[in-house]
């Protein structure tokens, strides 16, 4: 197909955040590859060898449609797979250490202290049963000895610093008296009790209003650079990772389509899936009357094409990309798998 691709830029015009991250690696996921066993028994690879590095103070934005294997990624790093998922090759290396070889128990240490992630839904994840209080101070509790009432300084504090007014009534309420923004906001203050290194942040705004949203990204800016604390922010709205991510990963499929500083993504996206993903958030310096749309829908994990996973969805498709797996081209720190970018051919 002959199709050429619109020329896409950073979509709010803004200029990307500089890299504030040190180089210093956190974080390093080499080949990581989750298994799923489906209702038919069938094994199959929802993460299929996804690398990314991460160092302390940055924030990696994961990127791209439900059901690509964003939040397997994220689950796999923290040790919190679904009982029918495993991983089944790779390394995660944090701090040195690959988290694939530890036992549950040591899992459990470093999560929640060294390790933390907000779900994307606080409802889900607060137990509606139990005030705020005593759920934030078993959070704090699971990773050291404090009496009840420092337990509850600390939980007062830290609601203080996340912007929840009167923080102490706060605390003896339950989870269905606060409003949505407040249940995140909590959600945060308990991921951030034991300053971890790493904070994974799975769609934390997606359930809220475009306000509340901007009000709780600028609080995860702030208090991660207080703590010089890395973040990985999962999302499928690339309008979000603009302002916040140093670093993209897009990932279509369990795959990786793209990986690189957010500066050269946004100035240069290589992969055809990367530039209708820009190509579909509106843009005010832009005068349009449509959106790039990408046609089809993403394959189920039982039914993946050979070749490159996008092809059946890419207007620049040929017959050698229904054939191979896309090569990696590498541009400095700048990766993409597409065989039509390799040949110079994707814009």
């Given at each position: 197909m002959s199709e050429t691709l619109p020329e896409v830029r950073n979509p709010t015009g803004d200029t990307p955040p500089e890299v504030r991250g040190t180089s210093e690696t956190l974080l390093e996921v080499r080949n990581l590859t989750v298994k799923l066993k489906l209702d038919n028994s069938q094994d199959v690879a929802a993460v299929d060898g996804v690398s990314f590095t991460l160092n302390r103070g940055e924030t990696l934005g994961v990127v791209g449609e439900s059901g690509c294997g964003k939040t397997?990624?994220?689950?796999?790093?923290?040790?919190?797979?679904?009982?029918?998922?495993?991983?089944?090759?790779?390394?995660?290396?944090?701090?040195?250490?690959?988290?694939?070889?530890?036992?549950?128990?040591?899992?459990r240490e470093i999560r929640g202290r060294e390790i933390s992630m907000i779900f994307q839904d606080p409802m889900s994840s607060l137990n509606p049963v139990y005030r705020i209080e005593t759920q934030m101070r078993e959070a704090l509790r699971a990773h050291g000895k404090v009496s009840a009432k420092e337990a509850r300084e600390l939980s007062a504090e830290m609601l203080r610093k996340v912007g929840i007014p009167l923080p102490e009534t706060r605390l003896r309420e339950y989870p269905y008296q606060l409003s949505?923004?407040?249940?995140?906001?909590?959600?945060?203050?308990?991921?951030?009790?034991?300053?971890?290194?790493?904070?994974?942040?799975?769609e934390?705004?997606?359930?809220?209003?475009?306000?509340?949203?901007?009000?709780?990204?600028e609080l995860l800016r702030t208090l991660q650079r207080e703590m010089n604390a890395a973040c990985i922010l999962i999302t499928h709205d690339m309008g979000v990772v603009t302002e916040n991510a140093d670093k993209i990963l897009v990932m279509y499929a369990g795959r990786v389509a793209e990986y690189g500083p957010a500066e050269e993504i946004f100035s240069r996206p290589m992969h055809p899936y990367t530039q209708r993903l820009l190509g579909s958030i509106p843009r005010l310096d832009v005068d349009s009357d449509y959106l790039t749309t990408i046609e089809g829908a993403a394959p189920s994990l039982d039914r993946m094409p050979t070749g490159c996973r996008f092809y059946p969805r890419c207007p620049l498709h040929s017959g050698v990309c229904h054939e191979q797996e896309p090569p990696a081209l590498r541009i400095g720190e700048h990766v993409v798998f597409c065989r039509r970018a390799a040949d110079g051919e994707s814009s």
């Open positions: 397997l990624t994220a689950s796999a790093i923290i040790g919190l797979l679904p009982h029918t998922g495993r991983v089944a090759g790779g390394e995660i290396l944090f701090e040195g250490e690959d988290l694939t070889k530890k036992s549950p128990r040591q899992m949505g923004g407040q249940r995140q906001r909590v959600m945060i203050a308990m991921s951030l009790l034991s300053k971890p290194s790493l904070l994974i942040a799975d934390p705004t997606s359930s809220l209003d475009v306000t509340i949203q901007a009000q709780i990204l």
